[in-house]
């Protein structure tokens, strides 16, 4: 099992740049496929990003293409979203996730671990 623990939401203006941590404990958090989800209010849950726990191979959504990037140091246990250029439309509560070992990265019902979820709000 892992337990993840998200960090560095607040709030900012357009143009501003976050960058957000997910601390994980539990034993082989190389072996995870770790993501990154967000909700808006009234909105479903929708994919961010992802990093593949085998390759290190990275994904990301249409609209936080070359703005954000997610990276991960498994000598801390640690995954990461650097997010640049934010927009009013980032805003959302963002979530965390890892599964193991897994070959899917898109979808959050194939995640198994979720942590608490950290705001994050953009102002105009």
């Known amino acids: 099992q892992v337990q993840l623990v998200e960090s560095g939401g607040g709030l900012v203006q357009a143009g501003d740049s976050l960058r957000l941590s997910c601390a994980a404990s539990?034993?082989?958090?190389?072996?995870?496929?770790m993501g990154w989800f967000r909700q808006a209010p009234g909105k479903e849950r929708e994919f961010v990003a992802a990093?593949?726990?085998?390759?290190?191979?990275?994904y990301y959504a249409g609209s936080v293409k070359g703005r954000f990037t997610i990276s991960r140091d498994n000598a801390k246990n640690t995954v990461y979203l650097q997010m640049n250029n934010l927009k009013p439309e980032d805003t959302a509560v963002y979530y965390c996730?890892?599964?193991?070992?897994?070959?899917?990265?898109?979808?959050?019902?194939?995640?198994?671990?979720w942590g608490q979820g950290t705001q994050v709000t953009v102002s105009s």
């Open positions: 539990g034993r082989s958090f190389s072996s995870y496929n």
């Open positions: 996730a890892a599964d193991y070992r897994s070959d899917h990265y898109y979808y959050p019902e194939m995640y198994n671990y």
């Open positions: 990093i593949r726990w085998s390759d290190g191979s990275t």
